[in-house]
């Protein structure tokens, strides 16, 4: 690894697993990842903490695994989240000035933060807002109306809109770890980052991940994020169909899953038995591998049937002109391609994250890392973007707001031209420590 690449380090919180990475650029833009750890996901359901003593358990044993071979202890975190409440808004704010008036950064801000304000309920909080369009004077559709003179302007925004709770347990958690969070993304603000290409984007592509406790859909329309969905089952409840239609244990049930899981259509021989293993008092026996493709092609259909239900009610099939990629551990499901696309009517592709080095790359290079490596390469873009200080883990600024005003204060003897510098730095200081979102 470069020394002088910048460093960031992501929490992954899903269903069945906790996963931290640690990485940076290297040199040919590839995402390095220099630190891995994963742990068994306690006291999480369906991507959200319900137990965070529990949870925090899980946190500390994969953030253990991850800083083993750094040099210094990872303490400050982007945090990736799912949830099943998690919604999804289309706000529209309009505004008229006066003539001649050139759109401010100001302005524009004033309005987004309108949009995630009227897009909130009761108990509510926004954690991802970006721009669909922006029509001045009721007759130009632009991509960005900054400095542009208006009388009018119509914006547009995507907002993903959730339980307040979903925050507070998560910090409370990380707290009780000492772990600082920069801040946090969900999951289907990022999936088709860079799962999709730029012409995918353009045309209207939908990225659907088939995880253990959600499937989440994210559609791109015109280059913007235009849609995204949470579907309040996954991976895990064909496995319980499994224990229930066999009469077995879970581990056995996902061993059968992920070892023989298949759609009926692609058996090459319908007559084939296997073996399920006895356990305790219960006698090993042997089942029909039809039977068992039956039970897994049940849900899966089930499932296809609430994806495509989402894109039916807002009117996104037709938007789909590039088609349909998945990713996720369901994605590996022999037949779901064929599957989905029969149910969509459009074509499916798997999508394996790419551009990876480092350590455990074959692994994190399959598609149910795909959320845990695009939320690292998002989160090293937007540092770079932000030209954030290159080693980002460590904490590396424990002074108070206090401690900077006194900073300040001894400045103030400085020349002009140097307070005027330190100033621009604490107000950045600040803003930055001033909302995770």
């Known amino acids: 690894m470069d020394t002088n690449q910048h460093l960031e380090a992501i929490v992954d919180i899903g269903t069945s697993k906790v996963v931290v990475l640690v990485g940076c650029f290297a040199p040919n833009r590839q995402v390095e990842i220099v630190g891995y750890g994963e742990s068994e996901s306690q006291g999480i359901h369906r991507g959200v903490i319900l137990n965070t003593k529990e949870a925090a358990e899980s946190i500390k044993m994969a953030v253990s695994m991850a800083q083993k071979d750094l040099q210094e202890p990872i303490k400050r975190v982007t945090v990736g989240i ?53 029509i001045i004077n009721s007759e130009t559709l632009i991509n960005n109306p900054l400095n542009y003179t208006a009388r009018e302007l119509s914006s547009r925004y995507h907002v993903i809109t959730g339980p307040m709770d979903y925050q507070n347990m998560l910090i409370k958690c990380f707290e009780s770890l000492h772990l600082h969070v920069n801040k946090i993304i969900v999951h289907p603000s990022i999936l088709g980052r860079y799962a999709l290409s730029k012409e995918e984007k353009e045309m209207g592509s939908a990225v659907v991940d088939f995880g253990c406790g959600l499937t ?50 692609l058996l090459p021989n319908k007559s084939i038995r296997i073996t399920l293993p006895g356990t305790g008092e219960i006698k090993a026996k042997d089942i029909s591998l039809l039977a068992l493709s039956e039970v ?97 883990i460590s904490d590396r600024s424990k002074s108070t707001k206090r401690e900077k005003e006194k900073e300040m204060e001894e400045n103030q003897k400085r020349p002009s031209f140097f307070n005027k510098c330190a100033n621009k730095l604490l107000h950045l200081l600040e803003d930055d420590n001033s909302d995770i979102n």
């Open 216 to 265: 989440t859909i994210a559609l791109y329309y015109r280059s913007r994020l235009y849609h995204t969905a949470s579907i309040p089952f996954g991976g895990e409840v064909i496995t319980s169909d499994i224990m229930e239609a066999f009469q077995t244990i879970e581990d056995y049930a996902e061993k059968l899953k992920t070892t023989h899981g298949t759609v009926t259509s």
């Open 82 to 134: 799912n949830g099943h409440k998690l919604r999804n808004e289309i706000v529209q704010i309009d505004r008229t000035f006066d003539p001649g008036t050139e759109i401010c950064t100001e302005t524009l801000q004033s309005i987004m933060k309108e949009a995630k304000s009227s897009a909130c309920k009761s108990g509510e909080t926004s954690y991802h807002i970006s721009p669909i369009s922006f």
């Open 296 to 392: 897994i092609e049940a849900r899966l259909e089930e499932i296809n049937e609430a994806i495509v239900f989402q894109m039916e009610k807002y009117d996104l099939i037709e938007k789909m002109g590039a088609g349909v990629v998945i990713s996720g551990g369901g994605a590996n499901f022999k037949g779901i391609q064929n599957l989905l696309s029969y149910d969509v009517g459009r074509e499916v592709r798997i999508y394996n994250p790419q551009d990876i080095t480092g350590v455990m790359t074959t692994k994190l290079m399959t598609c149910q890392y795909a959320t845990s490596t695009n939320l690292l390469h998002f989160v090293l873009d937007k540092a770079i973007k932000e030209n954030r200080p290159k080693k980002n």
